[in-house]
Every structure is written in C-alpha cells, then in structure tokens.
C-alpha cells in the first residue's frame, strides 16, 4: 500500500520541467553566498546591535547552525530528486496535495513581497547619489531591468546574481581585512581606541540581558531568508547532484565569516553603544575608520544587496508560478516558456504584482518596509518547517524500504530536524512579542483563509488537478 503511494505520487512529478540547464557551478556557488548575504545583514544589524549588543553574535551563531540544519536536510530532498517547484513538490509528495498547494503559494507570496520591499529599498539608496530622482522612477527602472534579465536567459540570471554576490563578498571580506589591520597594527583614525575588549567591557557581552538578546532572533532570521533559493535553482543546475551538494556544506564557512566574522570585526572597531537603529553598522564603522567616501562604497554594496535580493525574487517566483500552473493550481497559461526556456508570462504576472508593491510604499511610507518583510519572515520560516517535516517524512520513507536512500544524507539523525523545528516555533512566539513585527501574524491567517478557500474552490471545479493529474496535458499545452 505504502509502495503504491509513493509511485503514484512520483509518477505525477516530473523532473523534465522543460528548462535549460544553464547554472553552472560558479554560478550555484554564487547564488548560495548571495542568499545568505543581503539587506538583512547591512541594515538589519544596526537595530539588532542596538537591541542586543556584542551578544547578537551568539544569535547568529545559534540561528546559522538551524539554518544548516534546514540546509542539510533540504540537501537530502535535493538529491533524492531535483526540481525546480522543490518546496512545493515535497510538501505535495510527503504531506499532501494540500500541503503542496499551500507551499507553492506561499513561497511565491514570500518573493513577491520581499521584491516589493527591495526594489523600494534600492530606489532610496539611489537618492543618496540624485535625491532629485523620483523614488517611485528608480524602482520603476531597476524593476524593468531585472525583468528584462530574467525574460532573457537563466544563465543571464545566474550571471548578474554572481557579479551581485561578487560586489558583496569582496565588501565583507575587504571589511574584515581592512578590521584585522587596524585592530593588530594600529592605523586609521579608530587605531587607538579599537579592541576586542568592546565584546564584554560596554555592559558586558549580554548589556540588555538574555531576554533582549531572544528578541533579536527574528531580525536574525530575516537576514538568513533567501538561504534556501539553492533548491530551486535545482531543475536548472547543469549537475545538481554535484553542485549542491558542495554549495551547501560550505554555508557553515559562509556564516562564520561573511555573519559572526564581520559582526565580531565591527564590535571590535566601535563600541556597541555607538550604533542606532536604521543605519547600516558598516556605514558607522567605516566611517569611525576614517576610509575617504564610506558611505558611498557602502551604499553602493547595499544597493547591490537589494537588487540581488529583487533578482532572486524575480527568479523563483516565475518557476514557483509555474510549478504551481503545471499542477493545475494556477492559471494554465502561465506554463509556457519562451523560446530561452524561461516562463515568460508567470515571471511577467509576478513583476507586475512586485511593482504594486512599489505604489503601495508610496503611498504608505514609514513602517511599510518592516511590515513587508515581517511577513516575509513568517512565509519564510513556513517554507524551512515544510523543508523540515519532509525531510522527516522522507527519512521515514527510505527507511521503511519504500523509497531509495539520500546519496546526501544530513548528519545527526531525526532529532536535529525535531530541534530545527522547534527552534522556528520559537521564533514565531518572539514575533509575536514584537509590535512592529507582529503584524504578521494578523497577516497570515487572512492569507490561510484565502488559500482554504482557494483550494476548496480547486477540489469542486478541478478535481484531477488537486492531486497533480492536470501536469501531463498543462505540459504539452506548454509546447515541452
């Protein structure tokens, strides 16, 4: 029976999606380091510092072995068979058709809104160089741009997020070295106060207790989201069985570095009492160090971060919209791919909901960008808790004989997936401790009511389509 069940659902899942296998494994590499490195690291720190001080570093160093967690076992999914809709696909695979209907539109909820939030983000940092540039014409403009990227090719794709990573990577890492150097030999303007001795003597490395150093969690979470974009690059990746593999088991080198070891750098050049909330802690310590134009090469860094981020988005939300229409769970004509095998029309449905995002900023300024990405988060630590159970479930599966062993298999056992899950939970009780961020949580009830809804009007007019059927005759529709 248990065999039967696995069949069917295998057979209904294609891994011949119709796409080019244009990622290489330079570019794989790149778009993992790019997911983990975005504005959540350059903005975000600055309020968590703030909140948290030196102890922030513990809770990047506790949420980034979770985040492994998650990875390892999104890497044992990804072997076993790699796909494109990968979140969705196991959801439907593991936990159901209702599972899989929920993931697929969630996770295409969650870029949509974080390109809504980055593409304004960069149209601000634009106004440090021209502030007589309309906000609403550079998002405009960077949103047109990044469209047009995407329409083109998936290795154009995979080529602008390698030069964005590029731009990020080389700021860290020129960050960290130019930090060592002032630390161990003195120079710059911050040479005679500079000490590792800012990490306990400023309050001690908890100033604000355990407590605050808890709360800081989300925002923490926030800037590790876009992590686990590697899965869905799978039906595009030119060897995925060897490429992400590797990209993932060198996102604990990632972490180390470019998270807890540029924190740990900038703690250690300024004292933690000197940064405020909504300035970037690279801005403040450069700017301490006394390196001509700071601001400038910094703001450039996280334009790039926010464009990289909207590219991302642009990205998966086009192949989630079109998992998700292959199934018979979306408009069916958002299936077919353009003759560079890139699905035109859903990646177009996508952008133009994006730049609605643009409007509605604004209109509505202010907190508009940390209610976004409060509900980003909260679709973000949904789509891991799926990656997660699956896992489980899978585990479960392989184990029992029914399915064939991961050739990737994640270390620890069942009960590091348990203490992943939990540690979410936890995450999800803190958010709603915070009143900025706790709009999600009114959020996202509405957006379960509507998918409820959604699938039950799917089950009486599509019946064949809520278990996948509807894939075979969407695809051919498609012309692959």
Known sequence: MADQMYDEVVETTPDDEGYARGLGSRQIQMIAIGGAIGTGLFLGAGTAISKAGPSLILSYAVAGVVIFAIMRALGELLTYRPVTGSFAEYAR????????????????????????????AAAVYVKYWAPGIPQWLSALVFLVILYAANLISVKLFGEIEFWFSMVKVTAILGMILIGIGVLTLGFSKAGDTAS???????????PKGIGSTL??????????????????TAGESENPAKTLPRAINTLPLRIVLFYIGSLTIILCLVPWTEFKPGVSPFVAAFGKIGIPAAAGIINFVVLTAALSSCNSGMYSTGRMLRDLALRGQAPGSVTKLNRHQSPALAITVSALLMGVGVLLNYVAPGKAFTYVTSVATVCGIWTWAIILICQLRY???????????????????????????????????LIAFDPDNRISLYVFPVW?????IGFQVLKRRRPEAVHGVAHDHLRAKSGH
Do not use: C, N
């Open 93 to 120: 695979e593991f936990l159901g058709p209702f599972a899989g209907f929920v993931t697929g539109w969630t996770y295409w909820l969650f870029w949509v809104v974080t390109g809504m939030a980055e593409t304004t």
């Open 196 to 206: 590792v001795t800012h990490l306990w003597q400023d309050g001690g490395f908890f």
């Open 448 to 452: 379960a009511v509507l998918l409820v």
């Open 395 to 429: 585990r479960a599966a392989w184990r029992a004989g029914h399915l064939p062993a991961p050739t990737f298999k994640a270390p620890g056992g069942p009960w590091v997936s348990w203490a992943a899950l939990a540690f979410l939970g936890l995450v999800v009780v």
């Open 215 to 232: 709360m800081t969690l989300q925002i923490v979470m926030f800037a590790y989201l876009g992590v686990e974009l590697v899965g869905v």
